[in-house]
DNA sequence: TGTTAGCACTCGGCTTGCTGGAGTGCTAAA
DNA sequence: TTTAGCACTCCAGCAAGCCGAGTGCTAACA
């Protein structure tokens, strides 16, 4: 670190200051935070050294200055004491995520919103991925003579149907011999691991059904695609328009680039296992200039699975957002992981 | 109608202009638009008559004048000449539709997505409401020994499940005896007519299992009264925000409002079959001031059910946007109809 | 009676000019 | 290395003034 203990602190008092008023903040300013130990014209020294180092910029000459995306990244990696949650915070937290029911999808939606809430930006969260998960169980469904659902569970705690159609009377006798080829052939196995070839393969095990059965065995694939690919929650937008940093224009592109699922997808699968935090700036999309998003993993069943995470301005309260959002993520992993618990001893018995 | 003709053309003119451009409107503008057919005098002296009228009103002595609710009222009903939709565009919305699957829920989901998209205003759906829906049938499966998941089909196409959890290892059989159970009872049976009584009555039928079964049977009473509740799709918020009308504050009370889903549905249920609109300051919630919701029914098997409409500023282009609402309302119907249809011939056979 | 031309009047929005204050950088002294 | 002092910069905010769009009224006209 080859910055002197004063300059720290004036740069974190700086950050401090900034995001919590937004205006460039002057030398005296920092002196007062810093229980005036040194006179203004000494932090003006210091500040225009980190303005030179490029942690602080000047919208013009005789204004104070704010704080660079590398300020805040230093500010955040380094300087700031973050604020812990106070007991009645986490049973908070903990009891609404646990009223959720056994729905691990629901127990997400749950959690997206809460962490909106509490640290007042928008929520991003994805589902469990199906990329790993097994199939625990097929059922086939007859609803009439022409239709069916097909229901998929996973090891995961994933329940997921889909309808089917046929265009003539399908004997009851087919549902039952599709439902024990499906089982046979594809219970245990990855879902990343099942494509068309697989599925197609079977119509053979189908024997005279095997026809009638397509439209079937496609709305598996389907279900299956759709099982694979992660659900995205997006909850708390309103938020943003509330935070005078952002105007109805950036607001708009923001969520429209949000709202893009396999976007975001992308951009959550490129970030390292972990809490992270992405500054506006530092990230090439300029959707997101002048916006931060604090991520994390949760675990499920010990292995690092879904995000949950918070989208706000590059000026929010890093200090206590972030200790929220990892409790958030520590919380739903071990919700989630109760939740498959008792499965997991017993399945397959 | 005690207006007179000119003075009707006179209020559209006005309002066409003022939905155009948010400007005050004066009547050299009008005079314009109606062709210099009139000098500004006189359309000067229809514009103090209609402002007495309360159709008008200033906004500052030297201004032109803005249309009031009242004015977009008579517009709406009697004054404005709807756009027909082209051949192309009715193919295009049908087309859209039809790509949705099997699904009803999905189908509700695209139409709204691309009803904003298509009017550039927010838009809000209810899924078929569940009231009176009839039970097709229930399935109970079991996942683990621990565990099990239900499924509920009804008459209108819905697919929903909810999964549960028993403390202790339920013998397989107990799944069989409680689904027979289940389907005996209330097959055929209107969602809104089971209630908690109706599923403690069955206790008795289940024998020995009675006791085994009481979380699936606290799962059924989950799942049909969530069944019951319509689901409400609230898509393409952000165009709200690309509008000029409207600043952040309020597009954030307006989303605020339209996320809490028993409001909203509250208020489309007061609303009469057919084609509505409601124009901002006519309803009493300050959170609708200055916007106006275009909503119509769609129909399910001949009878009106779920909604599907659009919000957006007051000076709206309603010219288009109606019989656009009008289109999709009409086109999910039909696409509806026909996903059921093939059942509705064959089923209980 | 309804329409029109002419005219005086109103009033918000824009531009311009000015001032105060917050903040800076530099210099010289401690 | 820190500090006090000072000249300088530049924005925010206010006041004054002009411009122009639009109005209402009156008197003449068809």
């Known amino acids: 670190?080859?910055?002197?203990?004063?300059?720290?602190?004036?740069?974190?008092?700086?950050?401090?200051?900034?995001?919590?008023?937004?205006?460039?903040?002057?030398?005296?300013?920092?002196?007062k935070?810093?229980?005036?130990?040194?006179?203004?014209?000494?932090?003006?020294?210091?500040?225009?050294?980190?303005?030179?180092?490029?942690?602080?910029?000047?919208?013009?000459?005789?204004?104070?200055?704010?704080?660079?995306s590398a300020a805040f990244r230093l500010y955040i990696d380094h300087l700031m004491r973050k604020r812990s949650l106070s007991e009645k915070d986490c049973r908070n937290i903990d009891g609404l995520i646990k009223s959720a029911g056994d729905d691990p999808e629901r127990l997400i939606g749950e959690?997206?919103?809460?962490?909106?809430?509490?640290?007042g930006c928008a929520s991003v969260t994805t589902t469990p991925s199906g990329?790993?998960?097994?199939i625990r169980k097929i059922e086939v469904i007859p609803i009439s003579s022409r239709s069916a659902v097909l229901l998929l569970a996973t090891d995961t705690g994933i329940i997921r149907t889909r309808a089917c159609r046929f265009d003539r009377d399908v004997d009851s006798r087919a549902f039952e011999v599709l439902?024990?080829?499906?089982?046979?052939?594809?219970?245990?196995?990855?879902?990343?691991?099942?494509?068309?070839?697989?599925?197609?393969?079977?119509?053979?095990?189908?024997?005279?059904?095997?026809?009638?059965?397509?439209?079937?065995?496609?709305?598996?694939?389907?279900?299956?695609?759709?099982?694979?690919?992660a659900d995205v929650f997006l909850k708390g937008e309103s938020n943003l328009l509330r935070h005078?940093?952002?105007?109805?224009?950036?607001?708009?592109?923001?969520?429209?680039?949000?709202?893009?699922?396999?976007?975001l997808a992308d951009l959550l699968?490129?970030?390292?296992?972990?809490?992270n935090v992405v500054i506006g700036g530092e990230c090439q999309r300029p959707e997101l200039e002048g916006?931060?998003?604090?991520?994390?993993?949760?675990?499920?069943?010990?292995?690092?699975?879904?995000?949950?995470?918070?989208?706000?301005?590059?000026r929010m309260d890093y200090a206590a957002a972030i200790p929220l959002t990892e409790y958030f993520a520590a919380a739903v992993g071990r919700a989630l992981d109760e939740m498959m618990g008792i499965d997991r001893d017993n399945s397959d018995k």
Chains 1, 2 share one sequence.
Do not use: W
């Open 1 to 31: 670190m080859q910055l002197g203990k004063r300059k720290r602190d004036v740069l974190a008092a700086t950050v401090d200051m900034y995001i919590r008023t937004g205006e460039p903040v002057g030398s005296k300013t920092v002196v």
């Open 33 to 68: 935070m810093l229980n005036h130990t040194v006179s203004s014209a000494t932090i003006r020294n210091d500040m225009a050294e980190l303005s030179a180092m490029g942690y602080l910029e000047q919208p013009h000459t005789s204004a104070g200055r704010i704080p660079t």
């Open 111 to 119: 959690a997206s919103q809460a962490l909106a809430q509490t640290t």
């Open 131 to 134: 990329q790993a998960a097994r």
């Open 179 to 229: 439902s024990k080829a499906l089982n046979d052939t594809f219970r245990g196995s990855q879902l990343a691991d099942i494509g068309l070839p697989q599925v197609q393969g079977m119509i053979g095990l189908l024997g005279e059904y095997g026809l009638a059965c397509v439209p079937a065995l496609t709305a598996f694939c389907h279900l299956v695609q759709e099982t694979v690919e």
């Open 244 to 263: 005078p940093d952002y105007d109805p224009v950036r607001v708009g592109r923001l969520l429209d680039f949000l709202t893009k699922r396999e976007v």
């Open 269 to 275: 699968s490129a970030i390292p296992k972990g809490l």
């Open 291 to 314: 916006t931060s998003i604090i991520v994390s993993n949760y675990n499920l069943g010990g292995r690092p699975d879904g995000y949950i995470g918070i989208v706000g301005p590059v």
